[in-house]
């Protein structure tokens, strides 16, 4: 099975810089915004693509919102329907007080399945990224049945992915009071960026309004409450490790791993460790950074039409 994937990861590689008619043979269809009534608050989503064929959910990250998804929605939406939603507190959705919204990971799961259910999507392909990648465990392990297969872009489910940075946020996890300093990292500006450029040779080709946008969306009232509860329910992620995995090796979901190489947050090991569990996994490592959309949109969008023709032609639409 390692050689397997071994031979599966070689292959990824040798395509992963592949041209884009793909991508390109597509037509693309306009993006469109909504809000939508769900659980008391008012949900954002992004939409595009014909709502008749297959549809992938795309998950974003922090401190970003479904805005990350802008370079890679238009590449996909000729074939794809496609929706991106903000989770409470993120991007254009209402943004409660912890007080009147717990803002755990199962709940962002909750409302994000809660949407679904409301725009009547019943099976779908989860791409996940960063934060989207314990909403989108959560959500897979209510609903097996629903998901047709996982697309996953820096989004760690392994202790061999985390970078040195977790030391500092574990420290957190212990002590929030005490360790505050830690929120104040995660919550800069420099932190915004250095999640886009990460340690890029080509810190030239990242827009800077992608973490000026980002940080001022953290610094509106209410907004370090939120981030920081967060931060700390994210312990829970760590912990629910084995449980993820041990979900991956027994469902076996058709599976593509998409990874910027130059991310110091959640490090390759991250990436390769999805091949213990899942061997038939494609696995790419992408010249990028944390956000691999802010630099490799095209290459990103040629792998995901190709895993997506060749494996859910095997299963029922």
């Known amino acids: 099975m390692k050689c397997k994937a ?79 939603p903000d989770y ?28 679904l259910s409301t725009l009547g999507i019943q099976r779908y392909v989860l791409f996940m990224q960063d934060y989207g990648g314990p909403v989108g465990f959560r959500m897979m392990m209510r609903e097996p049945g629903a998901v047709q297969a996982i697309i996953v872009q820096n989004a760690n489910a392994y202790e061999e992915g985390l970078g040195a940075k977790w030391s500092g946020i574990t420290r957190y996890w212990a002590d929030p009071a005490g360790h505050a300093e830690e929120l104040d990292k995660f919550m800069s500006l420099e932190g915004a960026r250095q999640r886009h450029v990460g340690n890029s040779p080509n810190a030239e080709r990242y827009n800077p309004d992608s973490w000026t946008d980002e940080y001022a969306m953290l610094s509106r009232a209410g907004a370090r409450a939120i981030q920081g509860a967060l931060l700390y329910d994210y312990r829970t992620n760590v912990a629910a490790y084995p449980v993820w995995q041990a979900w991956l090796r027994e ?33 790419h490592l992408l010249d990028a950074g944390h956000f691999a959309l802010d630099e490799k949109a095209q290459e990103v969008a040629n792998l995901v039409l190709r895993f997506l023709d060749r494996r859910l032609s095997t299963t029922n639409r």
């Open 6 to 84: 071994l031979l599966a990861l070689v292959s990824a590689l040798s395509v992963a810089g592949g041209s884009g008619k793909a991508a390109e043979a597509a037509t693309r269809t306009p993006t469109s915004y909504h809000w939508v009534r769900v659980g008391g608050l008012n949900l954002f989503y992004r939409e595009a693509g014909p709502r008749d064929a297959p549809t992938i959910v795309l998950l974003h990250g922090y401190p970003s919102s479904s805005r990350m998804y802008e370079p890679v929605i238009p590449l996909l939406s000729g074939r794809y329907h496609l929706i991106a």
């Open 88 to 115: 409470p507190g993120f991007g254009h959705s209402d943004a409660p007080s912890p007080d009147d919204y717990a803002y755990t990971f199962d709940h962002l799961a909750e409302s994000t399945s809660a949407l």
């Open 251 to 283: 469902r076996q979901p058709p599976t593509l791993v998409l990874w910027g190489r130059y991310d110091p947050s959640f490090i390759v090991p991250g990436a390769l460790a999805y091949a213990h569990d899942l061997p038939q996994a494609e696995i």
